[in-house]
């Protein structure tokens, strides 16, 4: 099956500062989402972005799919931003059609201090 | 939003015993997907129904777990001889071809 990981594995940042998270990926996708998860547990989208580049507030996301990369940057960190950040990619299933079945990376944990 | 209801939210059982998870998608979507999140890392897929029929089951890990879908809407999670190693979260979601997947809290499970 794919592959997908993500980097770096923990981040510990000042608060205001920017970042960038890596996620590679070993096969063709085309299906991209970028989560973050917050201390409660709860799952929140960012992105959706098989391709290109978007952007929403502090936050924004390219991902390079012929590369299989996706890159998630913030900017201006707050501590609210602390948490785990996810990838997750589908790809065609055999036969052409996917089904939005999601693999996920294991996440990059951020920490952002006051 | 996540458009699904699962419960119960927080499930404790004792080793061995049976469980099963409820989800019930607010719309009518005809797919439907079961992961789990366990301690530590990401969600990992179980189970996708695509109507009434389970489309795909390679991610349950072993044939204690069982998932039905028998109207093609509420889905059951069916655990068996439950493990201390199958605590987690377990989170349905609806869903199309390649279409945005948005997670509820799901139902955290733990064995004791």
């Known amino acids: 099956g794919i592959q997908v990981e993500q980097s770096p594995p923990d981040l510990i940042l000042q608060e205001g500062a920017n970042s960038t998270l890596r996620c590679n990926f070993s096969?063709?996708?085309?299906?991209l989402q970028w989560f973050h998860q917050n201390p409660w547990g709860q799952l929140i989208n960012l992105f959706y972005?098989?391709?290109g580049t978007k952007q929403n507030g502090r936050l924004s996301a390219t991902t390079v799919a012929t590369e299989r990369y996706s890159l998630l940057y913030i900017s201006s960190s707050q501590t609210t931003d602390s948490g785990v950040y996810f990838c997750?990619?589908?790809?065609?299933?055999?036969?052409?059609?996917?089904?939005?079945?999601?693999?996920f990376g294991q996440g990059t944990i951020l920490t952002v201090h006051p | 939003g996540a458009g699904v209801s699962q419960t119960p939210s927080n499930k404790v059982t004792e080793k061995g015993k049976y469980v099963e998870l409820r989800c019930d998608p607010i719309?009518?979507?005809?797919?439907l997907y079961w992961y789990r999140q366990s301690l530590g890392q990401g969600p990992e897929f179980l189970i996708y129904?695509?109507?009434?029929?389970?489309?795909?089951d390679s991610g349950l890990p072993n044939d204690r777990f069982f998932a039905v879908r028998p109207e093609g809407s509420v889905s059951t999670l069916k655990i068996q001889r439950t493990e201390r190693g199958d605590s987690a979260v377990y989170l349905c979601?609806?869903?199309?071809?390649?279409?945005?997947?948005?997670f509820g809290q799901g139902t955290r499970l733990t064995v004791v």
């Open positions: 997750a990619v589908s790809y065609p299933h055999a036969g052409g059609t996917s089904y939005g079945k999601l693999t």
């Open positions: 096969d063709s996708v085309n299906n």
């Open positions: 972005i098989p391709s």
């Open positions: 719309s009518g979507h005809t797919a």
């Open positions: 129904f695509q109507g009434t029929g389970a489309a795909d």
């Open positions: 979601i609806p869903g199309g071809t390649d279409t945005e997947a948005f």
